[in-house]
């Protein structure tokens, strides 16, 4: 059981928008920046957004982070076939004195 | 260009010990918080510990504490993880992580625990 918590899947399909949900408390999202990874089997996860909603150089637009409270968002809008792998939060979590990770969705372009 | 290469995995019995190496090119390491993260087959990813700029903090997951220790050789360009009394639950694909939650990872390296 992760700390923070993710749909298992999602879809849908090339040019749609879809979105990915976070949720956690004020330990770790309510109260630190959160980022984002997409992974992509046998090959290192890829950070798409950090401090919430910011976008390393490099990250198409189409990949947009948001936050409210205790719970973020992914937004990835105009959806290419690359983009289907496993996507990941993750942020510090004070109560535990570490870092800890949504148990990831599975996005797949139908 | 940012480079994390681990090394010293394989595989190794219940009880043993293994030390991971990282060795970090391409960006000041001293100027970073460093982390290991892994990924057990099937599952996703686990944030496992991570060591401040000088070494003067160190946090650890819990299922960890007490046997794995991380450290730093800044003069290196070098991180480490020291696993001790591994289980075989340990089994997972190990990435070295620039900060934390992580900007930069490393390729990773499988450390297999079984008899």
């Known amino acids: 059981q992760s700390v923070l918590t993710q749909p298992p899947s999602a879809s849908g399909t090339p040019g749609q928008r879809v979105t990915i949900s976070c949720s956690g408390s004020n330990s770790n999202i309510g109260g630190n920046p959160l980022s984002w990874y997409h992974h992509l089997p046998g090959t290192p996860p890829k950070l798409l957004i950090y401090?919430?909603?910011q976008r390393p150089s490099g990250v198409p637009d189409r990949f947009s982070g948001s936050k409210s409270g205790t719970s973020a968002s992914l937004a990835i809008s105009g959806l290419q076939s690359e983009d289907e792998g496993d996507y990941y939060c993750a942020g510090w979590d004070n109560s535990l004195s570490g870092v800890v990770f949504g148990g990831g969705t599975k996005l797949t372009v139908l | 260009e940012v480079q994390l290469v681990e090394s010293g995995g394989g595989l190794v019995q219940p009880g043993g010990s293994l030390r991971l190496s990282c060795a970090a090119s391409?960006?000041?390491?001293?100027?970073?918080?460093m982390s290991w993260v892994r990924q057990a087959p099937g599952k996703g990813l686990e944030w496992v510990a991570n060591i401040k700029q000088d070494g003067s903090q160190k946090y650890y997951v819990d299922s960890v504490k007490g046997r794995f220790i991380i450290s730093r050789d800044n003069a290196k360009n070098s991180l480490y993880l020291q696993m001790n009394s591994l289980r075989a639950e340990d089994t997972a694909v190990y990435h070295c992580v620039r900060k934390s939650p992580g900007d930069w990872w490393g390729q990773g390296i499988l450390v297999t625990v079984s008899s």
């Open positions: 401090n919430n909603n």
């Open positions: 391409g960006f000041t390491f001293s100027d970073y918080w």
